[in-house]
């Protein structure tokens, strides 16, 4: 740790929760330099929804890379580009009856969340877009103004206009559909909001503190898109790719997203590689008008392949996740019950579940206890006040109980410390 404590500059975070040096991967589990073995309920913030290295999409790389296949190809035409989208195309698109071209923007979420927002501008001539409250889209500027965070946005160093924050689903709690406050501000020529060319969303905010989305609040933003001549951008980055069950994290809210942002876990292996789909009608980009070194990376195509024909071909891994996904929701909600003084609610969808602790400050206490105890999960929300519950997706049942069992003993040790440990006063 001494050369990257020396050596790597400030802005490094996770290194600080997690101050190991891991030397090997496998499945959901981590190993550091001096042998210990680490339970992952992180998944490379849902970038390793997989796990680490699958043996099947480690055969295919390696078998390319043996080939002499194109590493490099800017956005050449390459044999791996034509099987990726082929398989895209029949493993996933086809069984939606989606109808999308796939951009490839540059190599992470942010790109594809820029390219997104160019191209929806570009087609309604119009610069605002709305976001919503805690929403996370990325790190660049023009990802970072559709953004809640301030402490993230405060990093910009300049103001970022053409973007307005709206409330989230129950951003005000029961009672209050900020669906129908939207409706009636953009309805109404005095609110004073300039009409937008798009609105962008997660159905389920990730850093914003594992915030779910009512599947009806999602098909009356739909409407309103449609009522009011904007484009739905779906950022499906983190809550894509089975996160929360399905493939893609709105399908059983039974929508269709103008534009949707997919990346992270969709190389399959933690390799760089993200898509911007398109509705064909909106596909208006001038050849090389937004454009990038490394927006074809095939080494990732070939993994992605390789996950798609794996995992997705049939229901299993949905059906799994949703399936373990109650099991987890269920025990989380039986600590809490058994701990009424921890003031905390359990949500979340599939395995994108979160502990939202009224004291702020006892996330992060836990968390580390987690780790001290050979389980590495993150915080998440505006104080860092939610834990994470984000295993693999492959990880056994087994696992799963273990990971929850040294969450559970985390949680007693720092509310023992803080005298709230089966105390229901």
């Given amino acids: 740790m001494e050369i990257i404590n020396r050596l790597e500059s400030e802005v490094r975070g996770y290194v600080r929760s997690f101050p190991k040096v891991f030397t090997h991967a496998k499945a959901n589990k981590m190993t550091t330099e001096d042998g210990a073995e680490y339970l992952d309920f992180f998944s490379g913030a849902g970038a390793l929804n997989y796990g680490h290295n699958d043996e099947v999409m480690k055969k295919a790389l390696l078998d390319y890379i043996e080939s002499d296949g194109v590493t490099h190809g800017l956005d050449m035409a390459t044999d791996a580009k034509q099987q990726f989208l082929a398989t895209f195309e029949d493993v996933i698109?086809?069984?939606?009856?989606?109808?999308?071209?796939?951009?490839?923007?540059?190599?992470?979420?942010?790109?594809?969340?820029?390219?997104?927002?160019?191209?929806?501008?570009?087609?309604?001539?119009?610069?605002?877009?709305?976001?919503?409250?805690?929403?996370?889209?990325?790190?660049?500027?023009?990802?970072?103004?559709?953004?809640?965070?301030?402490?993230?946005?405060?990093?910009?160093?300049?103001?970022?206009?053409?973007?307005?924050?709206?409330?989230?689903?129950?951003?005000?709690?029961?009672?209050?559909?900020?669906?129908?406050?939207?409706?009636?501000?953009?309805?109404?020529?005095?609110?004073?909001?300039?009409?937008?060319?798009?609105?962008?969303?997660?159905?389920?905010?990730?850093?914003?503190?594992?915030?779910?989305?009512?599947?009806?609040?999602?098909?009356?933003?739909?409407?309103?898109?449609?009522?009011?001549?904007?484009?739905?951008?779906?950022?499906?980055?983190?809550?894509?790719?089975?996160?929360?069950?399905?493939?893609?994290?709105?399908?059983?809210?039974?929508?269709?997203?103008?534009?949707?942002?997919?990346?992270?876990?969709?190389s399959g292996y933690g390799l760089p590689l993200a898509i911007t789909m398109i509705k064909p009608e909106y596909d208006i980009w001038a050849p090389g008008e937004h454009n990038g070194t490394f927006r074809g990376n095939n080494h990732a195509f070939i993994t992605a392949m390789a996950a798609l024909n794996e995992y997705w071909r049939d229901d299993k891994l949905e059906k799994s996740v949703l399936r373990m996904s109650d099991r987890i929701q269920e025990r989380l909600n039986g600590i809490l019950s058994a701990n009424p003084a921890f003031k905390a609610e359990v949500r979340g969808r599939g395995f994108f579940i979160g502990i939202d602790c009224e004291q702020a400050e006892l996330a992060d206490e836990i968390a580390a206890e987690c780790f001290k105890n050979h389980l590495i999960c993150e915080t998440a929300g505006p104080d860092d006040n939610v834990i994470k519950v984000m295993p693999p997706l492959i990880s056994p049942d087994a696992d799963i109980e273990a990971g929850l069992d040294i969450l559970e003993t985390a949680i007693k040790t720092v509310l023992d410390k803080h005298g709230l440990l089966n105390n229901a006063a």
């Fill in 93 to 266: 698109m086809k069984p939606r009856n989606m109808e999308y071209k796939i951009q490839f923007p540059g190599p992470t979420g942010t790109n594809a969340v820029e390219a997104a927002l160019k191209i929806a501008r570009k087609v309604k001539k119009r610069d605002r877009v709305l976001f919503f409250t805690n929403a996370y889209h990325g790190m660049t500027l023009g990802a970072l103004a559709v953004t809640g965070n301030a402490s993230k946005r405060g990093g910009a160093g300049v103001n970022m206009p053409g973007a307005t924050p709206i409330p989230y689903s129950g951003y005000f709690g029961e009672g209050r559909d900020t669906a129908d406050d939207l409706d009636m501000m953009l309805s109404n020529s005095s609110s004073g909001l300039e009409k937008p060319a798009a609105i962008i969303l997660e159905t389920v905010q990730g850093e914003g503190g594992i915030n779910v989305a009512d599947f009806d609040w999602l098909k009356k933003i739909e409407a309103l898109c449609r009522k009011h001549d904007m484009l739905l951008i779906v950022d499906d980055i983190q809550a894509g790719v089975g996160r929360t069950g399905p493939f893609f994290s709105f399908e059983p809210a039974g929508i269709s997203p103008d534009i949707i942002t997919v990346s992270k876990s969709l």
